[in-house]
């Protein structure tokens, strides 16, 4: 361009400061559990729900910077180059180092993210060193969990259904007249958010989950785990989690699996584990049938043998003779 330029140093000063304030924004704003309002993902509470937070906030970072430098040189050359400013274009059409530039650069870009997130997934799928095994099972609209074992030690019989609260499930009805804002546990609106029954787990320990489903494919997924995995009748999909702090975290089926979609939300307990294995040994307990008494001892059998008979003698009549 011949008339009007770019002064390369407000231009660098002014995207810094547009890219600094977009990833302030985009990367600041994070709790446990999702929140309205919420503008980013959760960086979670479990030992890996770190990876796609960071892997979010770099990709979107990148995005930012990007859209930036295109949308502006784009508005730039608009405005500042018009014709009616007295503009005039240059004749050259092509330019080797330019485009050697905007080739390499987006590649390396590309190849520095899918290393990234190659490495997440690579960490995600390794479920060994599992310290306890829970099967979830998803129905119309209702979770089941087996408890299959915890520190090496197979669990017997500890398993139940988890499904919406009665509560919100009174509440959602039609002409109910009852307030969803009224749905509370503590200070927390839990409408639609909550469960008769939680799943219970421990604190500080790699839990694996193997996930299926017995009629249609539903998703297991809580914000803070950092994952959602589908639950699909017939096969068996494996995640873990490895939670860092005691709490209660919430999430939903995030796969439609019918008109009760929306009212299926899950629920995660996570306790010190101490008390986490009082809570199994109560489980356990309750699951146990209690010992059966044992049969009284027969008394001793009665002698059924005859009495011995006695022999009879005929009495004497009449005088005897000599």
């Known amino acids: 361009m011949t008339s009007g330029g770019i002064r390369p140093g407000v231009f660098k000063r002014t995207v810094t400061a547009w890219a600094t304030l977009a990833l302030a924004v985009f990367c600041g704003m994070a709790q446990a559990n999702p929140k309205p309002g919420q503008l980013n993902m959760t960086p979670g509470s479990s030992e890996w729900s770190g990876e796609p937070y960071f892997l979010n906030n770099v990709?979107?970072?990148?995005?930012?910077?990007?859209?930036?430098?295109?949308?502006?040189?784009?508005?730039?050359?608009?405005?500042?180059?018009?014709?009616?400013?007295?503009?005039?274009?240059?004749?050259?059409?092509?330019?080797?180092?330019?485009?050697?530039?905007?080739?390499?650069?987006?590649?390396?870009?590309?190849?520095?993210?899918?290393?990234?997130?190659?490495?997440?997934l690579k960490t995600f799928a390794d479920t060994t060193g599992s310290q306890m095994t829970v099967k979830v099972t998803g129905y119309q609209w209702k979770w089941r969990y087996d408890y299959i074992d915890y520190m090496g030690k197979s669990i017997?019989?500890?398993?139940?259904?988890?499904?919406?609260?009665?509560?919100?499930?009174?509440?959602?009805?039609?002409?109910?007249?009852?307030?969803?804002?009224?749905?509370?546990?503590?200070?927390?609106?839990?409408?639609?958010?909550?469960v008769d029954e939680p799943l219970v787990v421990p604190v500080g320990t790699k839990i694996r989950f193997v996930i299926t489903a017995g009629d249609v494919i539903h998703s297991w997924w809580v914000p803070a785990l950092g994952w959602k995995m589908d639950a699909i009748p017939g096969i068996v999909n494996a995640a873990w989690t490895?939670?860092?702090e005691p709490g209660v975290y919430r999430g939903q089926c995030a796969?439609?699996?019918?008109?009760?979609?929306?009212?299926?939300?899950?629920?995660?307990k996570a306790l010190p584990k101490a008390e986490f294995e009082q809570w199994l040994a109560q489980k356990q307990a309750a699951a146990t049938p209690p010992a059966q008494p044992a049969a009284p001892a027969a008394p001793a059998a009665a002698s059924t043998a005859p009495a011995p008979k006695t022999a009879q003698v005929a009495p004497v009549t009449g005088n005897s003779q000599g």
Request: proline share 3%; with cysteine.
């Open 255 to 268: 796969e439609l699996c019918g008109q009760d979609h929306g009212f299926m939300p899950i629920v995660v």
């Open 156 to 194: 017997d019989k500890v398993g139940f259904m988890s499904k919406l609260d009665r509560e919100s499930d009174e509440t959602r009805q039609l002409r109910s007249g009852m307030d969803p804002n009224a749905v509370k546990v503590g200070d927390e609106n839990t409408y639609l958010l909550n």
């Open 242 to 244: 490895n939670i860092k």
């Open 59 to 120: 990709a979107l970072g990148v995005c930012v910077v990007i859209g930036i430098l295109v949308f502006g040189a784009m508005f730039i050359a608009m405005f500042r180059f018009r014709k009616s400013r007295g503009a005039v274009a240059e004749k050259w059409s092509h330019n080797t180092t330019l485009e050697i530039v905007w080739t390499t650069v987006p590649v390396i870009i590309l190849i520095v993210l899918a290393y990234l997130a190659t490495n997440g």
